[in-house]
């Protein structure tokens, strides 16, 4: 019999799929859309270029291309595109470790990753490739830039930033995890500058609201992004300084505890602190201690185990609702990124400003306490509850906690010294980059102007090609005289450019918009093509994602919605995270070294082997470990499907109907593969289906009263494992001479059939299987029990022996003591 060759075989769909642009969607023309018409995007997070695609990316991208063969399959128009991440640091750092120009080694990669791609056999539209390094990309990303700006939410301040050290540049606070780099990993340290930012605080409460919005997200991925919106009710308080008639407005969740605060703390990076010691005596010590304190890994800085450390500014606020003088601290302990870098302290119910206050022997308050029971000796940093009430402040004592907070805020405000406020954790995404591998910001500076946008007409700022890219502190293209001079379009005089370029988390929260209408270079995307597509149906990529890329994705779709250029609020409708791949033990990572790629086992068993084992090593959104045996047993597999395949091609087909088990078998297939993946999106469970139907058929097609339907199960099986396996089905499919399977309805079970009429008796002795028997599903518990004593092997293991109990459980097994 023929030999199965993957090789051959793949290379021959291939072929024929990009002839036929089988997978390619074109737009509806404009007003052609139809309402009625079935039609999903699914999309899977595009790659950095940073290096070629490794197996975790293999599993992201079979899983989608599974879920778009079926919804083909079923009616619908599929638009499932692929593009690059190429900006940014990933694929500069690459570019750096190999000691090439970013631009050359990107573009190697991003030509590396297609051709996997194309020997995996997804089924992409590759007329849709997008790169977000290429003019006509970034040209759009510099558009809607303008568009921020000019809406008042992309503007530029100075401010305490995250720093970098390793990668020479600040780092959003999303970058920054457990005060490391995201990145590299390295420290990150704080630094002033001026850098462009964008209002994404101006957008917190409805990043919370409309997560309504949202069909199906893990609710890991939601959790994460409320935490970090971080919400929170409570009040501003205004604190003022005497001496210097300074307001000092403090955000608190604790307004009941206001009669508790004995001291204030600034952050050390706080604009103030040189302010309130300039020309005093505590002037050097001050700004000593907060030059080093600001200088402080945040990680460490936020630790409440960590010992605390200040320095008393020699100054005084003045607490508004009992006019108590609390001395100014400046501590490293309160951190510039949170609310408003000031606190009031209350020691008696904040734990760390109780440290604090220990430390530097500062008076302790308590006023609120239990309900019923006696003030606590030690401090009890409870929190508040309707069970708690008021002491040692003045008319509020004796209220519940809740009812205080209402009235003291009240209080302050007819006065004028507070008001109810929201809190938030959130910060504005600060999106400067001193890095040349970026997107130029399309902005100039001009000595009688000042700051003025480049005109749309003049985009995109191109970003030129300097031979000194290496990332010093301030952005490489500063360096590139020719470049940053340039002319003022307002004045005509002399401008410069500037010279930061953009985050790369910029490029790609708008990249699933620029595929629909990839092409138009009058537009970043024409508006009807974006919604008649849009929202993504389904989205796929890892959980790493979940406060960097889907909530910028998310943020920049609102804006644009308010802003008229789509119309969709959300951008993605569902969203799946699968698990991580790990390998001897540790997750896959460069810097384990035991990262795999695909190409070696691709070249050795075939993409169809691979794709089938990333879907079957497990469930798709646990972590798996990678185990060639694995690799092995589906291309074993795969060989028993080739064969039977190439059997049934060999015998005419029955014509007939198909009845019987092995028919049944084979809708029961049909309809456990189509709920897994469209319904549970499992994908290893089909295939387990699969085989379980293979299994069948191998059974079957000996019995000369079940022959008939071999081909029905086998035509089935091929049908079925298209998705998943898309090569080997397609061939099998042309022998048993039919055409296109990729454009072929999707099986239908026929519920008629899924009702069994007969079941697998399995018959025990002595509790042990003996075997096992396929029984009609109406036979009466007597005759069960006669079909078990009958079976050959059973009675051997009886062997004439007396029965003296029998176990029947219906629909299951018959179990005979002896
Ligand atoms: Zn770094
Ligand atoms: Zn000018």
């Known amino acids: ?65 599974v879920v778009a063969h079926l919804r083909r399959r079923s009616g619908y128009r599929v638009l499932r595109p692929m593009g690059y991440d190429a900006f940014g640091l990933p694929a500069e750092n690459a570019a750096i470790r190999e000691g090439r120009h970013p631009r050359a080694v990107t573009e190697e990669n991003i030509a590396a990753i297609r051709t996997q791609a194309q020997r995996m056999g997804w089924s992409i539209d590759w007329d849709r490739e997008v790169s977000t390094h290429e003019p006509g990309y970034y040209r759009w990303t510099q558009w809607l830039f303008l568009k921020f700006y000019e809406a008042g939410l992309a503007y530029r301040k100075e401010a305490p930033v995250n720093w970098c050290p390793n990668d020479q540049t600040v780092l959003a606070n999303e970058q920054v995890i457990d005060g490391r780099c995201e990145r590299c990993g390295a420290e990150v340290e704080a630094k002033n500058l001026e850098q462009w930012f964008f209002r994404i605080t101006a957008y917190a409460d409805r ?49 009941d505890t206001l009669f508790g605060a004995t001291f204030f703390v600034l952050a050390p990076e706080h604009p103030l602190v040189p302010q309130l010691v300039a020309g005093t005596p505590h002037e050097e010590e001050v700004l000593t201690y907060a030059r080093h304190a600001a200088a402080q890994p945040t990680i460490e800085r936020a630790d409440p185990e960590k010992e605390k450390s200040g320095v008393f500014t020699g100054r005084f606020v003045t607490n508004p609702v009992n006019d108590h003088r609390l001395p100014i601290w400046v501590s490293d302990y309160v951190l510039m990124e949170y609310g408003t870098g000031t606190i009031m302290a209350v020691p008696a119910h904040d734990e760390r400003d109780f440290a604090f206050a220990q430390r530097y022997e500062l008076p302790v308050q308590i006023v609120v306490v239990p309900a019923d029971g006696e003030p606590p000796e030690d401090e009890a940093f409870a929190g508040h509850s309707a069970d708690e009430r008021l002491v040692e402040s003045a008319q509020f004592s004796g209220m519940s906690s809740p009812e205080a907070k209402k009235a003291i805020v009240e209080w302050l405000e007819r006065r004028g010294k507070g008001r109810p406020a929201v809190g938030y954790r959130l910060r504005d995404w600060l999106l400067s980059r001193q890095r040349y591998w970026g997107c130029p910001i399309p902005i100039l500076y001009c000595d009688s102007c000042g700051l003025v946008p480049v005109p749309e007409s003049d985009l995109p700022v191109l970003l030129p090609d300097v031979q000194e890219y290496l990332p010093k502190g301030r952005s490489p293209l500063a360096a590139a005289e020719d470049w940053v001079r340039t002319t003022c379009p307002s004045c005509g005089g002399e401008a410069r450019r500037e010279t930061d370029t953009m985050d790369t988390f910029v490029d790609s929260s708008w990249y699933f918009i620029r595929y629909c209408d990839p092409r138009n270079d009058s537009a970043p995307f024409d508006r009807a093509i974006a919604d008649y597509w849009l929202p993504v149906n389904q989205y796929i990529g890892g959980i790493e994602h979940a406060i960097l890329h889907l909530m910028y994705a998310r943020f ?23 698990g991580m791949l790990y390998y001897r033990g540790a997750k896959m990572s460069k810097s384990k070294g035991n990262v795999i790629v695909p190409d070696g086992y691709v070249k050795r068993y075939g993409a169809d082997t691979v794709r089938l084992y990333t879907l079957f090593m497990g469930p798709a959104e646990q972590d798996k470990e990678w185990q060639d045996s694995g690799v092995e047993g589906m291309s074993r597999f795969l060989g028993r499907l080739w064969r039977l395949g190439l059997e049934a091609a060999a015998q005419d087909g029955n014509g007939g109907e198909a009845t019987g088990p092995l028919a049944a078998a084979a809708h029961r297939a049909i309809a456990k593969v189509t709920d897994d993946i469209e319904r549970r999106f499992q994908f290893n469970t089909p295939i387990s289906a699969v085989m379980e139907l293979v299994n069948d058929i191998y059974v079957a097609k000996n019995d000369p009263e079940q022959a008939g339907n071999v081909r029905f199960a086998t035509e089935t099986a091929v049908s079925l494992i298209q998705p998943c396996a898309p090569h080997i089905a397609e061939e099998l499919w042309e022998r048993l001479g039919h055409e296109r399977l990729w454009a072929t309805p999707w099986p239908q079970a026929d519920p008629a059939m899924l009702e069994r009429d007969t079941f697998e008796l399995v018959v025990q002795v002595n509790g042990r299987v003996r075997g096992r028997v396929e029984v009609p599903v109406d036979l009466p518990e007597d005759e069960l029990v006669a079909r078990a004593k009958d079976l050959p092997r059973v009675r051997s293991y009886l062997n004439g022996r007396e029965v003296r109990k029998t176990v029947v459980v219906p629909g299951r097994l018959v179990n005979l003591v002896v």
């Open 207 to 255: 990043l919370l609201e409309e997560m309504e919005l949202l069909e199906s997200w893990p609710e890991r991925v939601l959790t994460m992004q409320r935490n970090w919106i971080g919400r929170s009710e409570g009040a501003e308080v205004i604190f003022h300084i005497e001496e210097l008639d300074i307001d000092l407005p403090v955000f608190t969740t604790r307004p």
């Open 556 to 578: 920049f779709t609102k804006v644009m919605n308010d802003l008229g250029i789509v119309g969709v609020r959300e951008p993605f409708a569902r969203l799946f995270n699968q």
């Open 1 to 65: 019999m023929e030999r199965y060759d993957p090789e051959a075989i793949e290379r021959k769909w291939q072929q024929v799929w990009e002839r036929e642009g089988a997978f390619a969607v074109p737009n509806p023309a404009p007003g052609l859309a139809r309402e009625d018409e079935k039609k999903t995007y699914v999309l899977e997070m595009l790659p950095y270029p940073s290096g070629e695609l490794h197996m975790g990316h293999v599993l992201n991208y079979t899983l989608g291309d």
